[in-house]
């Protein structure tokens, strides 16, 4: 089956949320859907959104695609923040404290703890993590829907859900290791990123990747060779999968982030990274280690003065060298 798939170079990402806003603003604005955030960043290390999502189940017991579903929770309302209306009106004519923007104290939503870094000064660090849903190549979701609601689209492998026939037994939601897939209580359905699958159709990039001011999103066939997406996984293999553990064969692909290095207890830099290479390993898997060797080496390379094909396509000077969409379809 031919895959889209999107690499997003974690090294350029600002933590800016226009790639958040451009999805809310265009897919999630209706009745329902106020705390659906199909695209978000997370500050890491951080709990997420939904709160704690890497501990609530999901995914393959038997590796990718094999065996059986592994046990999945639904995260309770609190992992995805109070569900209140804002008191906007109240605040904004002074009849109320405008810093009070609930009637209820809210203990948790997205984006809570963004740009919280983890360590001890000087050597302090975090990094922001783009989410969004996968279209696994082997989705768990599709596999727990009783009544069959989910299905791979044969001609690039987007996962979607038929509206029509979902019932919202929410089995989607358990069986998804990256809870990105929501109910909507309002329309009794569940509901998840469609990957603009409109605007992909007519060569158009989706919202999340097209108004990325980073540039750090790389949109493409998974199987065109001389596509981005193709030599920054299989080529150059920089870019690697989310929790490759749970089995479900993301392809959302990440550039693991490379911060400037420590510093010893004399002020002097270390040669020890900033981030923890195990904390990285926790998110990407063993491949992490040899994808930052290339990094650092081709980085090297360029500070030389010598040439490095993979840090030209990571820079993506040309925006339009970034997304590698198939003909538009006609008729």
Not at 244 to 264: A, H
């Amino acid at each position: 089956m031919p895959q889209i798939a999107m690499v997003i170079d974690l090294n350029k990402c600002i933590g800016c949320q226009s790639c958040t806003v451009a999805c809310k603003s265009l897919w999630t604005d209706e009745a329902g859907q106020e705390q659906m955030f199909w695209n978000n960043v997370e500050t890491r290390p951080g709990q997420g959104y939904p709160r704690d999502w890497e501990h609530s189940g999901g995914g393959w017991a038997g590796g990718q695609g094999g065996g059986k579903l592994k046990p999945g929770v639904i995260p309770p309302q609190a992992a995805y923040g109070f569900d209140g209306e804002p008191n906007h009106d109240e605040a904004w004519s002074g009849r109320a404290d405008r810093l009070r923007v609930y009637e209820k104290q809210p203990e948790w939503g997205v984006n809570w703890d963004e740009d919280s870094s983890s360590g001890t000064y000087p050597n302090n660090f975090h990094f922001y993590l783009p989410r969004l849903c996968n279209h696994c190549t082997h989705p768990a979701c599709m596999h727990a829907c009783p009544v069959g609601a989910i299905y791979k689209r044969e001609e690039d492998g987007i996962v979607l859900i038929d509206q029509d026939k979902c019932q919202g037994k929410r089995e989607c939601v358990k069986a998804c290791p990256y809870k990105k897939i929501y109910f909507n209580a309002t329309a009794g359905r569940s509901q998840k990123c469609i990957f603009c699958f409109p605007r992909v159709e007519s060569g158009v990039p989706p919202a999340c990747a097209r108004q990325c001011p980073g540039r750090l999103r790389f949109v493409g066939m998974l199987d065109d060779s001389a596509g981005p997406i193709h030599r920054l996984v299989n080529d150059y293999k920089v870019a690697l999968p989310l929790h490759p553990e749970y089995g479900t064969g993301p392809n959302v692909y990440y550039v693991p982030p490379v911060l400037p290095p420590g510093f010893g207890p004399d002020g002097r830099v270390i040669d020890d990274p900033r981030i923890p290479t195990a904390y990285l390993r926790s998110l990407f898997g063993p491949g992490v280690d040899a994808a930052l060797a290339t990094i650092r080496a081709e980085m090297e390379r360029r500070q030389r003065g010598e040439p490095s094909e993979l840090m030209d396509l990571l820079v993506a000077r040309d925006w339009k060298t970034l997304f590698n969409i198939p003909e538009p379809r006609h008729g």
